[in-house]
């Protein structure tokens, strides 16, 4: 079983500072792939960085890069040069794959980070 | 926009009623999700189809069923409804197994 674990039910960071929302994974499949989603208050889910857990590089996105640290099962979300329509709900999922490699398709996700952002 | 579109956005209904939520994936997809989101629960994975065929089950209740069609859009049936049904779901699809899911904007179930 996967599980996901974030530990900030809300986060404050001023405009233009930059923001890390932590993320610590469980599981014991193989190889698996972290994503970041954002919620705005309208609700709809935006996809908004992805990581494979065989990746060497750390992922980045535009101002969105992901700190993986794979022995510390972690994959935080950072956000560089906060801008006010930042504020939202972030939600850390993974999906994992069997050892054949193949993708269980289904995210799980962690319970998510209210980030606000001040002016 | 995300490509992928579900309907209806809102529906109010009474207890013990049946709804029929639609999603067309983006061009393409052949997979497609069902989730639900909560305040108590969280997101929750419902039931997954990939080109057809249903590929995962999750937290669904025997009172939901889905149904992915040939030409890949998918329905989710909600039966016998409860207060407790009430939720956002969200829809989402992706190229793959392995690839990003992309969601819908979901619709909102209330049950009065």
């Known amino acids: 079983a996967q599980k996901i674990t974030q530990t900030q039910p809300g986060m404050f960071v001023q405009e233009k500072e930059a923001v890390t929302l932590d993320c610590t994974y469980d599981t014991s499949d193989p190889s698996y792939g972290l994503f970041w989603y954002k919620q705005p208050s309208s609700g709809e889910m935006i996809f908004l960085i992805y990581?494979?857990?065989?990746?060497?590089q750390n992922a980045t996105e535009g101002r969105y890069s992901l700190n993986f640290q794979k022995a510390r099962k972690s994959a935080n979300l950072v956000i560089s040069a906060s801008q006010l329509g930042d504020s939202a709900m972030y939600f850390c999922a993974m999906r994992a794959s069997n050892a054949g490699g193949t993708s269980y398709g289904k995210l799980t996700f962690g319970q998510g980070t209210i980030l606000t952002v001040h002016p | 926009d995300s490509g992928v579109t579900q309907t209806p956005k809102h529906l109010i209904t009474a207890t013990g009623q049946r709804v029929t939520l639609r999603c067309s994936p983006r061009?393409?997809?052949?997979?497609v999700y069902w989730y639900q989101q909560s305040l108590d629960q969280g997101l929750q994975f419902l039931i997954q189809y990939y080109n057809g065929e249903e590929r995962a089950k999750g937290n669904i209740l025997e009172r939901f069923s889905a149904q992915q069609f040939p030409d890949l859009h998918s329905e989710l049936n909600l039966s016998s409804l409860e207060l407790g049904d009430s939720a956002l779901y969200f829809c989402a699809s992706s190229t793959s197994l392995d690839t990003e899911a992309f969601f819908g904007q979901g619709t909102r179930l209330t049950v009065v």
């Open positions: 990581q494979g857990s065989y990746d060497q």
């Open positions: 061009s393409g997809d052949l997979s």
